[in-house]
């Protein structure tokens, strides 16, 4: 079954505790990104990345890094995460070539809270 | 960063009834998407537009592509109990996208 998956799905942690947010894809994707979703704000972009190892921010990326050592996995970093990180995360990935180029598809979610 | 005006923000309809949402931009975009994502979920695909002045179906959705390249609609008819959800917009300009503040759609049976 084509699926992005995400870990851990809730998080409870207190600020400045580095935490990763996993991200996997299984349908071969070249481009995954990361959104965070605040109500009343819609989905912003953090970070993106084209293909293994290039990565570029987005809207928001200030307190995030991210990685691409492998096309599926897109892991997201908070190294000392603070209350306003507190959100709804989700990981997408899609094609970037075809006729379904950019046609993204998202993975469930991590709702993380920040203490 | 860019921003994206969805209308409206809610919509109560009558089941049967048509449904219409927008989303326009001061900025111009490659590709506009719109998305429905339900409680607890992430969001779902409905229709993808890449060229200016295409409409696309898809079942009882239509949607299209502004000629100015800075706006987009989606249409709903005859809506069912089932259309319930938070729509949102989305445009893409390079390689990076803007997403709409959400339409949330209620229909009463």
């Known amino acids: 079954e084509a699926q992005v998956t995400q870990n851990p799905r809730y998080l409870i942690t207190v600020t400045g505790k580095k935490l990763t947010v996993t991200c996997s894809q299984n349908m071969n994707h070249e481009y995954m990104s990361w959104y965070r979703q605040d109500p009343g704000l819609g989905l912003r972009q953090i970070y993106y990345s084209m293909n293994v190892e290039v990565t570029d921010k987005g809207d928001v990326p200030e307190g995030y890094k991210v990685s691409r050592k492998e096309k599926r996995n897109f892991p997201l970093i908070l190294e000392s995460p603070s209350p306003n990180q507190t959100s709804l995360y989700f990981c997408a990935s899609s094609p970037t070539a075809g006729t379904s180029a950019y046609e993204q598809f998202f993975g469930p979610g991590t709702r993380l809270t920040v203490l | 960063g860019q921003q994206l005006n969805q209308s409206p923000q809610s919509m109560f309809i009558q089941e049967g009834e048509d449904v219409s949402m927008n989303c326009t931009s001061s900025?111009?975009?490659?590709?506009w998407l719109w998305y429905k994502q339900d409680p607890g979920e992430g969001p779902v695909l409905l229709i993808a537009l890449y060229k200016a002045g295409e409409l696309t179906s898809n079942g009882r959705l239509t949607a299209q592509f502004g000629i100015t390249r800075k706006d987009s609609f989606l249409n709903i008819s005859a809506s069912i109990p089932s259309d319930v959800g938070i729509y949102f917009c989305?445009?893409?300009?390079?390689?990076?996208?803007?997403f709409g503040t959400g339409t949330s759609l209620t229909v009463i049976p």
């Open positions: 900025s111009i975009f490659n590709t």
């Open positions: 989305a445009g893409r300009t390079g390689n990076q996208f803007y």
